[in-house]
């Protein structure tokens, strides 16, 4: 897997199509639903009459651990949800997640800490397990 300060993510050898479905899967297996899903290249087609790769948005959300969270920080819900991204490459398709630990710690709470922690070993699972 490949870190960035934001983010953590890994290079798949699969077709956008064949690793989208994995993707979504493997986030209903630790417990996320999708609330939200942009699709950036139809977006940016509609709005700026441009082609792009295949590339989406999903708004991941674990329930449990948004309820936790919100309950000790009601403002939370602006870095809410968890965001993954799924893209077409030269190679194959990339999938990326937010690093919860980044995403969370910038609120300056240590009481968020060990949920931050729990979302992001959740989210290092479904990428592992792709």
């Given at each position: 897997m ?20 994995r ?27 441009v082609d ?11 329930p449990?651990?948004?309820h ?23 190679a ?6 937010v ?14 800490a060990p ?10 699972r ?5």
């Amino acid at each position: 897997m490949q870190t960035v300060e934001y983010g953590v993510g890994r290079d798949l050898a699969g077709s956008y199509d064949e690793v989208l479905p994995r993707v979504l899967e493997a986030l209903k297996a630790e417990g996320f639903g999708v609330i939200t899903e942009i699709d950036v290249r139809k977006t940016m087609k509609e709005k700026l009459g441009v082609d792009g790769r295949p590339y989406v948005i999903l708004g991941a959300c674990n329930p449990k651990l948004a309820h936790a969270a919100l309950g000790v920080e009601a403002d939370l819900g602006l870095l809410l949800p968890c965001n993954v991204v799924v893209y077409e490459t030269d190679a194959g398709t990339r999938v990326a997640a937010v690093n919860a630990g980044a995403m969370l710690g910038m609120v300056g709470n240590p009481e968020l800490a060990p949920i931050a922690a729990e979302v992001q070993s959740s989210l290092t699972r479904v990428l592992g397990s792709l």
